[in-house]
């Protein structure tokens, strides 16, 4: 049994850290307040509402646009990595090419997770409040939430998930998240990585109505420098969301690991 | 066809043309139909599912020489989402409607296939919005 004195002391320090937990946004947000800027620091930006993916599934597609980025490049992964992903695409490429493609995560209607999510496939929403800015991706109803002034968790802290954990600030105008604790088998275009991974974003407008996120994916284990990519969108103005249930999944794998497909009407 | 669908189409077209790995997850291959030839179905509509992940459309479809037994066919179709964008409603097919369809086979001799595009019986012609349409090479229709 504890002594008063060890109860006053736990009670005081755990006041102590509620004080310091509730200042920490306030001591962030005045600490960038305070930085020496030579122009003053942006507004928020509303960049609440539906938005679709926009120029960069392609290649030099009108290529002098600047609010389309530029292509993204493939992971740059370590060596003995690097063979695993060549030789797992060249074995899908095989495989697609015998017309018996290979199961994937899509076979069993799974949605994307993190990073892939951010593609948008189908259109994508954000939406902001003061504490959250809360993304949902059309296909699979994806959803994730960075956590606003809110500090990262350590890694053995965070359980593997498709999304993982985001936390958040707002640099001016720019958006910048902080997520980790993805799912391993959670690949972004096929390529390993660790439970170290870590995404860092950068989501901001590059005109009033086409807004970017800047992702660079850091993986000590995998890759041999960060790899960064790009994903734009454009408002879809007046768009709203369409549910989105896997309701009628034909789709399965056989033994051999290769995507079939249940034909009739059988339930 | 809307922009956003333009734009998956055309970007599923660009990915296969550079020879890019696709996108893992996403949605699931359409390797596994021919990519070679088209069948033009005629035939009476049994269902027409509206679920994701695809919409699905059943056909009794008869031998036109009137030898064979009516075979039946399941066709598989986009996104609900993908085809709502495009202007579909749930209503647009019922069962005993008369339609012809374009159909990419199963590579595997089954008789299903990936619906291309479908008449419906006052003429309309309809387009799930296949991505990467133009890789699949036309037959051209039976007299």
């Given amino acids: ?190 390529a390993p990585h660790s439970k170290q991974l870590r995404l860092m974003e950068r989501i901001h407008l590059v005109s009033p109505d086409v807004m970017w996120d800047q992702l660079t994916m850091e993986d000590p284990v995998t890759l041999e420098k960060p790899w960064t990519v790009t994903f734009a969108y454009r408002r879809m103005p007046n768009y709203t969301l369409l549910e989105y249930v896997c309701e009628d999944n034909r789709e399965y794998a056989d033994d051999k690991g290769f995507q079939r497909t249940r034909i009739g009407s059988g339930k | 066809m809307s922009r956003s669908t333009r734009w998956v189409g055309l970007g599923a077209f660009l990915i296969a043309a550079a020879g890019w790995p696709l996108p893992a997850g996403a949605h699931h291959s359409f390797a596994m139909f021919d990519h070679t030839r088209t069948l033009t179905l005629k035939g009476t509509v049994t269902t027409f599912r509206w679920a994701n992940p695809h919409a699905t459309l059943e056909l009794d479809v008869p031998d036109p020489h009137g030898s064979e037994p009516v075979k039946h066919y399941t066709l598989e179709l986009t996104s609900i989402n993908m085809m709502q964008r495009n202007g579909w409603r749930s209503n647009m097919i019922k069962a005993g409607d008369m339609v012809k369809a374009t159909i990419a086979p199963l590579l595997s001799g089954e008789p299903a296939g990936l619906l291309l595009d479908v008449t419906l019986p006052d003429g309309t012609k309809l387009e799930p919005g296949v991505p990467a349409i133009t890789t699949f090479k036309r037959t051209p229709e039976p007299e």
Avoid at chain 1, 5 to 29: D, H, K, Q, T, Y
Avoid at chain 1, 163 to 184: F, P, Q
């Fill in chain 1, 1 to 190: 049994m504890k002594s008063s004195s060890a109860w006053r002391a736990a009670a005081i320090g755990a006041a102590l850290a509620a004080i310091v937990a509730a200042a920490a946004p306030l001591r962030a947000r005045a600490q960038r307040g305070a930085a020496p800027e030579a122009k003053p620091a942006a507004a928020v930006p509303d960049i609440s509402g539906s938005w679709e993916r926009y120029g960069g599934f392609g290649r030099g597609a009108r290529a002098n646009d600047p609010t389309i980025p530029p292509p993204n490049p493939p992971p740059p992964l370590k060596g003995e990595y690097l063979k695993e992903w060549q030789a797992r695409v060249q074995a899908a490429r095989d495989a697609d090419a015998k017309g018996t493609p290979l199961a994937s995560n899509a076979t069993y209607c799974l949605p994307e997770g993190m990073p892939a999510m951010m593609g948008a496939t189908f259109p994508i929403e954000f939406l902001q409040s003061r504490v959250q800015v809360t993304i949902i991706e059309e296909a699979f109803t994806q959803v994730r939430r960075i956590l606003l002034d809110r500090p990262q968790k350590s890694f053995d802290e965070v359980e593997p998930s498709f999304y993982g954990r985001s936390v958040g600030h707002w640099e001016g105008d720019t958006l910048v998240a902080d997520t980790i604790g993805i799912k391993e088998d959670i690949r972004f275009q096929n």
